[in-house]
């Protein structure tokens, strides 16, 4: 393994131009999430156990949970910063946290992410207890948003069908994780988002998606301003989420 310097913490400016920006003149969530997948592996890479790594042994890392909650985002013409860290560890999940601040440094928003390293072969877990530089790297820096509670299949709602297409598939031939986002959020439609601030998302991964597969997509309000939206394949949950929403100011 590649031995480096290895910062507990790692960080990356952004500039968001107009073409970035959602129809709120704001940084998108699945661009904050596209980001948050950048930094993660930039971070990796940068102890010498990212892709190029860990591909030699036929595994990767695979995202498996997210939990994002900002106060504001970042708007057109802004910098802001992205800053990751490892808060802790077992013998299949790393617990990755981020922190969105502006270009004067004052915080934005946080994320919680759990990531595990899959066996491309077997695509079953691989055991990391043994990874020393996980153990040596953990920081205390905290982080304020609640863990993400497990998200249960749903029972009924409003639905919608998608066919996988070119455009929502990764190099790895199944769909990405910033396209699910997108289908995620298309459940909801623009004048909805011009009232309403997306203020809590909660994503949790669980089986590959497919080109040619048609998927459906189920949303059903939790309580008010709080809704579940699942996308199932087969009748099987791929992509299980909760969006928690406040009227815009």
């Known amino acids: 393994m590649l031995q480096t310097k290895m910062e507990k913490l790692f960080s990356k400016t952004y500039y968001l131009n107009a073409g970035e920006c959602n129809t709120e003149g704001e940084l998108p969530m699945w661009a904050l999430v596209g980001h948050i997948i950048e930094v993660a592996t930039l971070h990796a890479n940068s102890w010498g156990v990212g892709y190029a790594h860990l591909i030699k042994h036929n595994q990767a890392w695979v995202l498996s949970r997210v939990t994002v909650e900002m106060q504001r985002y970042p708007r057109v013409d802004e910098h802001y910063t992205i800053t990751t860290w490892i808060e802790d560890y077992n013998s299949y999940f790393s617990q990755r946290n981020f922190e969105i601040q502006d270009a004067e440094g ?96 909660e994503l949790a991964f669980l089986k590959e998606t497919r080109y040619g597969e048609e998927v459906t997509l189920v949303r059903a309000e939790e309580e008010p301003r709080t809704w579940r939206v699942n996308l199932m394949a087969e009748g099987t949950d791929h992509v299980r989420s909760r969006f928690m929403f406040r009227p815009r100011e």
Not at 140 to 154: A, S, T, V
Not at 164 to 177: E, L
Not at 178 to 186: D, G, I, K, T
């Open 106 to 201: 004052h915080s934005l928003g946080f994320v919680r992410t759990i990531w595990m390293v899959i066996d491309l072969a077997k695509r079953t877990g691989a055991d990391i207890a043994d990874l020393s530089y996980l153990h040596e790297n953990v920081s205390n820096r905290p982080c304020p948003i609640e863990p993400q509670e497990r998200l249960r299949p749903l029972s009924g709602g409003e639905t919608t069908t998608h066919r996988v297409s070119y455009t929502d598939c990764d190099f790895n031939r199944h769909m990405n994780t910033v396209r699910y986002v997108e289908l995620l959020m298309n459940q909801f439609d623009l004048s909805f988002f011009d009232k309403f601030h997306l203020q809590r998302v």
